[in-house]
């Protein structure tokens, strides 16, 4: 990359004395830029995917609306830094398109939770979009349909009627479950058409590793990633941090004895996540949080397989069945979650009650 050409388009401070790369996302490209002079801050630079994200301009236009409004809140929020023309992004001469913002010092980022930072992550990504429940004019959708469970069960259908490399017969147990199941998971969509649950806007990507936290002080500081910051139900943000935090071993574990799901993490993180939205999600909202946890692992199971099923390379694959483990992985997850579904209800009732004294749950369940 001519990383000179890149950095002299932004208008930022200070003498650059070194580029390299940072942490370990998968999607974009990430670089730590180090200036000289002290009062100078550093930067983070990144190329943005631009085949996951195809309209880069919407993406900015979203993650400035977004970073402008918590700032407006009065609170810590990343800070990107304009062109020359005054944009927040840079195409360059080989169409790679880059954007820069303020490294935040002293901040580093887990890969793990316990319980205090799982409550921590609840409490935050709650507050987050409690944040952004205010913004006047939705934001546009970055990957459309993305937490769309109808769409993503479609997907899987039309992966099947194609079966491009026959390998629909040899998975089908577990397209039994995703049919079995799939009206009781799809029901997200269809509430939403009859009104009862509205739009958010939600963070879609709630893994631990996307919070940043003080390195001297391990106190949280700010939500990062805001790439799929974006119209969604609720869900999106409770479920996809649960499935990732709360799983006993990886997404991608073979062994599906080692996986389980840990009721310690989904407390810890249901006690902070009730406590920032209890104003004001519904009761249907407060309700149905448990059967988000039971979405997530579903939708990603339904995902992996799709991608097995075509043999595509959406998820990057070590050995050809390996998108089929991570499906395997993931279904056996939303098993074990399911099993605590009672124990999930009582816990959510319990937290909703102690942090609001007004009667709880509707009688929407029955209809459900
Ligand atoms: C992708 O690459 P990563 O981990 O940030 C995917 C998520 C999936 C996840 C599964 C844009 O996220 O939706 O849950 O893989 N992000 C996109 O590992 O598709
Ligand atoms: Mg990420």
Same mark, same amino acid.
């Given at each position: 990359?001519?990383?000179?050409?890149?950095?002299?388009?932004?208008?930022?401070?200070?003498?650059?004395?070194?580029?390299?790369?940072?942490?370990?996302?998968?999607?974009?490209?990430?670089?730590?830029?180090?200036?000289?002079?002290?009062?100078?801050?550093?930067?983070?630079?990144?190329?943005?995917?631009?085949?996951?994200?195809?309209?880069?301009?919407?993406?900015?236009?979203?993650?400035?609306?977004?970073?402008?409004?918590? !700032?407006? +809140?009065?609170?810590?929020? $990343?800070?990107?830094?304009?062109?020359?023309?005054? =944009? /927040?992004? *840079?195409? #360059?001469?080989?169409?790679?398109?880059?954007?820069?913002?303020?490294?935040?010092?002293?901040?580093?980022?887990?890969?793990?939770?316990?319980?205090?930072?799982?409550?921590?992550a609840g409490h935050a990504f709650g507050?987050?979009?409690?944040?952004?429940?205010?913004?006047?004019?939705?934001?546009?959708?970055?990957?459309?349909?993305?937490?769309?469970?109808?769409?993503?069960?479609?997907?899987?259908?039309?992966?099947?009627?194609?079966?491009?490399?026959?390998?629909?017969?040899?998975?089908?147990?577990?397209?039994?479950?995703?049919?079995?199941?799939?009206? !009781?998971? +799809?029901?997200?969509?269809? $509430?939403?058409?009859?009104?009862?649950?509205?739009? =958010? /806007?939600? *963070?879609? #990507?709630?893994?631990?590793?996307?919070?940043?936290?003080?390195?001297?002080?391990?106190?949280?500081?700010?939500?990062?990633?805001?790439d799929t910051v974006m119209p969604s139900?609720?869900?999106?943000?409770?479920?996809?941090?649960?499935?990732?935090?709360?799983?006993?071993?990886?997404?991608?574990?073979?062994?599906?004895?080692?996986v389980h799901f840990r009721l310690d993490?989904?407390?810890?993180?249901?006690?902070?996540?009730?406590?920032?939205?209890?104003?004001?999600?519904?009761?249907?909202?407060?309700?149905?949080?448990?059967?988000?946890?039971?979405?997530?692992?579903?939708?990603?199971?339904?995902?992996?397989?799709?991608?097995?099923?075509?043999?595509?390379?959406?998820?990057?694959? #070590?050995?050809?069945?390996?998108?089929?483990?991570?499906?395997?992985?993931?279904?056996?997850?939303?098993?074990?979650?399911?099993?605590?579904?009672?124990?999930?209800?009582?816990?959510?009732?319990?937290?909703?009650?102690?942090?609001?004294?007004?009667?709880?749950?509707?009688?929407?369940?029955?209809?459900?």
């Open positions: 990359m001519n990383q000179k050409e890149i950095l002299h388009a932004f208008c930022i401070e200070g003498t650059v004395s070194e580029v390299k790369p940072l942490g370990n996302g998968l999607i974009n490209d990430t670089f730590l830029v180090t200036t000289t002079e002290p009062a100078a801050p550093d930067y983070v630079l990144q190329r943005i995917n631009t085949s996951i994200f195809t309209d880069v301009e919407m993406l900015q236009r979203n993650i400035e609306r977004v970073t402008e409004h918590i !700032r407006g +809140c009065g609170e810590a929020t $990343l800070r990107f830094i304009p062109t020359r023309q005054g =944009r /927040t992004y *840079h195409r #360059d001469a080989e169409g790679n398109v880059w954007r820069i913002s303020e490294y935040i010092p002293h901040s580093t980022t887990l890969n793990e939770v316990n319980n205090v930072t799982a409550y921590e507050h987050f979009e409690q944040m952004l429940s205010d913004l006047t004019e939705p934001l546009g959708y970055t990957i459309p349909n993305f937490h769309n469970m109808e769409y993503r069960m479609e997907q899987l259908r039309q992966a099947v009627r194609e079966d491009p490399l026959q390998r629909a017969q040899g998975v089908s147990d577990m397209l039994d479950i995703f049919e079995r199941d799939a009206e !009781r998971m +799809c029901q997200g969509e269809r $509430l939403h058409r009859e009104g009862r649950l509205p739009l =958010r /806007t939600c *963070h879609c #990507d709630t893994k631990v590793n996307n919070m940043l936290f003080d390195d001297r002080t391990g106190d949280f500081l700010m939500v990062i990633d805001l139900l609720f869900f999106s943000d409770y479920g996809d941090f649960l499935r990732t935090a709360a799983s006993t071993t990886r997404e991608d574990d073979p062994q599906l004895d080692n993490i989904f407390k810890a993180f249901t006690r902070g996540y009730i406590e920032s939205v209890r104003t004001f999600f519904t009761p249907l909202e407060i309700e149905l949080l448990p059967w988000a946890a039971e979405l997530f692992p579903f939708m990603q199971s339904v995902r992996f397989l799709w991608a097995y099923i075509l043999g595509n390379d959406y998820w990057k694959c #070590d050995y050809p069945e390996h998108n089929l483990d991570r499906a395997r992985n993931q279904l056996r997850l939303y098993e074990e979650v399911c099993r605590h579904e009672q124990e999930m209800a009582l816990f959510c009732q319990q937290c909703y009650s102690a942090s609001n004294q007004s009667p709880v749950f509707t009688n929407e369940k029955q209809e459900l």
